[in-house]
């Protein structure tokens, strides 16, 4: 395996459809990767002008996941698809991911990992006796910049920390735009496809994640707020919570869908006793470190700068002043991912940056963060609630 590329299936990704495209486009990106197979939509029409437009034969498009499971079983080891991606609403996650686990394939499954605690919980069951692979694309771990942060944070650059502020500003959904058509606002604000989490669900999660992975600490309590602001919405579209983290560090964390004439506005903010730093995904390639004592640093992404540290470089692919973006950053993630897979298929141990991605542990602790939001932002009585297990 580790002399060709990873043959990838997709689940979703049809035409007019968004995050499906850029799970292909951040696959292929670092040439570890082929497309070889997909069920891109229930409607196979759609699927199937979805798979052409891929070049792929109307033999590898599929009616339905369970059918492109079953056909590729049947072809050749050196056809069939070695792992699948997974690009659908919430409720149809863990069926599919569990189905390909359960036949020997890796997966690689956008977040939030499955529609309940439950599912999750099973599915990190079924990937640890399986031995199989999985990686979770929360896309902002995936950032340059990022990974620097992380690596300062933990040397001690900072300090000790003591306070996190994480937010994710999003404007989109200030109106109720789901009543039309031509977006995807449908199944987000639907309980029954989204699961019980809106804004908390789709980009909640998201600053939660970033939280933990640059600080290298956990959340252990939150105390929370959730509102639904547009009329007739059956779900929240804003919230925030309160946030205590291992080793005494408090936190703040906003995320809203409702933010008139933002876009998708994630930042955090780690303050230590020596320093602090901030990064703004609209502003992705500069990291900003502020001293009580010199002037701030502006720290610059980019293969040439020397003063990076090692996991931060291996993630920078072009030189300083051109952007390391969105899908850059799922690349990174589906890059680390095949050559995990491709290490433990050899029978060797992956190195740690290869195992630098968000796995089914991950996607536990999301769901948690997002079960434990609900609980304190719903409760007229208990606000602090620890960590739901």
Same mark, same amino acid.
């Not at 939660?208 to 290298?216: A, D, I, K, N, Q």
């Given at each position: ?31 570890? +990767? *082929? /497309?070889?197979? =997909? ?10 002008? %979805? @798979? ?124 109720? +735009? *789901? /009543?039309?058509? =031509? ?10 496809? %989204? @699961? ?194």
């Amino acid at each position: 395996m580790k002399d060709r590329k990873l043959r990838m299936g997709i689940i979703g990704g049809g035409r007019n459809g968004f995050i499906g495209e850029v799970h292909i486009r951040a696959a292929i990106m670092e040439n570890q +990767i *082929e /497309l070889v197979c =997909g069920c891109f939509s229930r409607n196979y029409e759609v699927s199937i002008e %979805s @798979g052409r437009s891929y070049y792929l034969p109307d033999n590898r498009i599929y009616r339905t996941y369970r059918e492109m499971f079953e056909q590729e079983a049947l072809l050749p080891d050196s056809e069939r698809m070695d792992f699948v991606a997974i690009a659908t609403p919430n409720n149809f996650h863990y069926e599919p991911a569990a189905m390909a686990l359960d036949l020997g394939y890796d997966v690689v499954l956008d977040k939030p990992m499955t529609f309940s605690l439950e599912e999750a919980k099973m599915l990190r069951e079924k990937v640890e006796k399986s031995g199989k692979t999985l990686a979770l694309t929360h896309v902002y771990a995936g950032y340059p910049a990022v990974k620097e942060a992380k690596v300062r944070v933990a040397r001690g650059d900072l300090g000790t920390i003591r306070r996190v502020f994480v937010e994710y500003a999003q404007g989109w959904l200030a109106q109720r +735009i *789901e /009543l039309q058509s =031509g977006n995807n606002a449908g199944w987000r604000t639907d309980p029954k496809q %989204s @699961g019980k989490g809106g804004c908390v669900g789709d980009i909640g999660v998201h600053a939660w994640h970033l939280s933990e992975y640059v600080t290298g600490l956990k959340v252990t309590e939150l105390c929370a707020e959730l509102k639904t602001f547009v009329p007739g919405r059956p779900i929240d579209d804003d919230a925030a919570a309160f946030l205590h983290f291992e080793n005494g560090v408090t936190g703040v964390l906003q995320a809203t869908q409702i933010a008139t004439g933002e876009e998708n506005n994630i930042r955090i903010r780690i303050y230590g006793d020596k320093g602090g730093l901030e990064w703004r995904q609209m502003e992705p390639n500069t990291l900003y470190v502020k001293w009580t004592d010199r002037a701030t640093e502006e720290i610059r992404i980019g293969n040439g700068y020397k003063y990076l540290s090692n996991l931060a470089k291996r993630n920078i692919r072009v030189p300083g002043g051109h952007p390391e973006g969105f899908i850059e950053a799922f690349a990174n993630i589906y890059r680390n991912f095949a050559l995990t897979v491709k290490t433990l298929a050899a029978g060797e141990i992956p190195s740690a940056e290869c195992m630098d991605f968000p796995t089914v542990y991950d996607g536990v602790r999301g769901m948690q963060f997002i079960e434990t939001m609900i609980a304190s932002g719903y409760s007229n009585d208990q606000k602090w609630i620890k960590w739901i297990d």
